[in-house]
């Protein structure tokens, strides 16, 4: 019985489990990856909404006549909220599809 032929498919098979516990890996570290981004990205969002805050009462109290930093902090701040409520509206949407799912 020759069983030269058998070699190769274990290596085929080896280099495919090989390849997809990679993926995994990759996959694990993707996530992490991304869930820290986003911890960030909150961090960013909460900063950029300060500031804002910041100039305003500065704008308010007289203590800056600079309406061009006004707007701008608030632009800014106004777009990182949209931007994160986005998000959050997506993780949501994907929460109640996996939720919805048949086992």
Known sequence: ?????LNSVTAAYRA?????ASLLEETSESFDS???AMLNSLDETNELQKSAETEEI???L???ENTHDLLIAQAKANVALQ??????????DGYK???QMQI
Not at 16 to 20: A, F, M, N, P, T
Not at 83 to 92: E, N, P, S
């Open 16 to 20: 495919s489990y090989l390849q997809e």
């Open 58 to 60: 500065k704008f308010a």
């Open 34 to 36: 991304i869930y820290t």
């Open 1 to 5: 019985m020759d069983v030269s032929a």
């Open 97 to 99: 599809e996996l939720m």
């Open 83 to 92: 931007y994160t409520v986005a998000v959050r509206d997506k993780l949501i």
């Open 62 to 64: 007289g203590e800056s």
